[in-house]
């Protein structure tokens, strides 16, 4: 079995990572109210939160908007935060309601920022297993200094909560066609059952030689085929 890598050398890995989620938890704390684009899912985030099953009191109902839209990105978001919301309620130091909304608003784009990071940082594992380490680090030093995606990573917009899902679904295609590939790179490279010298006996000169021409012209056709 291989070594575990020194515990340095697995931190220094997940810096890139560390990296695009400190700046974009930097943009919450830069711009930390929302846009009009983000109300709906922010709004229904907070009825989850707060109303619960009382849906008589969500927000909707008076402003439906133009097209129906799903309650199901706000309904993960309000569960990932809803633990925090207990502790912000019987904690001292917020005394007002207005005061804990505020708080939880923040709280929700930071757990949302949080998993669009971990969205990249699998996407970058991927990249990493299918051409190499340097151009993974690369992607997430881009992505860090790029203003765009680190700036919605946080915005309770449906892009950005289908950016999440799209993101993942890329990092598992990169995986699976990685993996499928080494296997056909594998599998092409062995060499053929008549050209070795266990069974090279039962063949004549002329046979294993045609035999093994063939064979490796299918080789060569699977390997361009998985390229």
């Given at each position: 079995a291989n070594p575990r890598?020194?515990?340095?050398?697995?931190v220094l890995s997940w810096a890139p990572d560390v990296l695009v989620l400190l700046v974009i938890a930097l943009h919450v704390a830069l711009a930390p109210y929302a846009k009009v684009e983000e109300s709906f899912n922010l709004q229904a985030t907070h009825d989850?939160?707060?109303?619960?099953?009382?849906l008589g009191r969500y927000d909707h109902h008076d402003f439906p908007g133009v097209v129906p839209r799903t309650f199901a990105g706000a309904v993960v978001l309000a569960g990932l935060v809803a633990p925090i919301k207990w502790l912000i309620e019987r904690s001292d130091s917020i005394g007002s309601l207005d005061g804990d909304a505020v708080a939880?608003?923040?709280?929700?784009?930071?757990?949302?920022?949080?998993c669009t990071a971990l969205a990249i940082a699998r996407f970058r594992f991927a990249l990493a297993s299918r051409i190499g380490a340097p151009a993974s680090v690369a992607f997430a030093l881009l992505?860090?200094?790029?203003?765009?995606?680190?700036?919605y990573a946080s915005r309770t917009l449906p892009n950005v909560f289908a950016l999440i899902l799209a993101t993942h679904a890329m990092a598992d295609w990169l995986l699976a066609t990685t993996t499928r590939g080494?296997?056909?790179?594998?599998?092409?490279?062995?060499p053929p059952s008549c050209c070795s010298d266990a069974t090279s006996s039962s063949f004549s000169s002329r046979s294993?030689?045609?035999?093994?021409?063939?064979?490796?012209s299918r080789s060569r056709t699977r390997r361009g085929g998985a390229r």
């Open positions: 890598p020194p515990t340095m050398a697995r989850v939160l707060y109303h619960g099953r009382n939880m608003q923040i709280v929700a784009r930071l757990a949302l920022g949080a992505t860090a200094t790029s203003f765009h995606q680190t700036f080494r296997g056909v790179a594998s599998s092409s490279s062995s294993r030689r045609t035999c093994c021409g063939r064979a490796r």
